[in-house]
C-alpha cells in the first residue's frame, strides 16, 4: 500500500475518522474507500440512510471520489452518489 493508505487503513478500521493529505496521486481515495467497503462485505446495507459520507472541497474532487466509489463499490453491491451545490439535481 501507499503511505496514506498504510497509516489511514488501521485507524478507520478502528472506527475512528480520517483525515488524510498527501499529494495527487498518492492513493488517497482507496485510503478512505477501502475500509467501509471491506465492513460492507459481509453486511447487509442499512435501508434507513447512508452507511458512509465522504465530504470533498470540490465538486470536481467531489466527482472523481464518486466515480471511484462506482468502480470498487459496483462490484459489491455498493450503490453511490454524488451530491453538490450550484447546480440542478437532476443531473445529480
Do not use: H
Request: glycine share 12%; proline share 12%.
Amino acid at each position: 500500500p501507499m503511505p496514506i493508505q498504510a497509516y489511514s487503513w488501521p485507524v478507520s478500521q478502528e472506527g475512528r475518522d480520517v483525515i488524510g493529505i498527501a499529494k495527487t496521486g498518492s492513493g488517497k481515495t482507496l485510503a478512505f474507500l477501502l475500509p467501509p467497503f471491506t465492513k460492507f462485505l459481509g453486511s447487509r446495507p442499512d435501508p434507513s440512510g447512508p452507511n458512509m459520507l465522504v465530504m470533498a472541497p470540490t465538486r470536481e474532487l467531489a466527482c472523481q471520489i464518486q466515480a471511484e466509489a462506482e468502480r470498487f463499490g459496483r462490484r459489491i453491491g455498493v450503490q453511490s452518489v454524488c451530491v453538490y451545490g450550484g447546480a440542478p439535481r437532476g443531473p445529480q
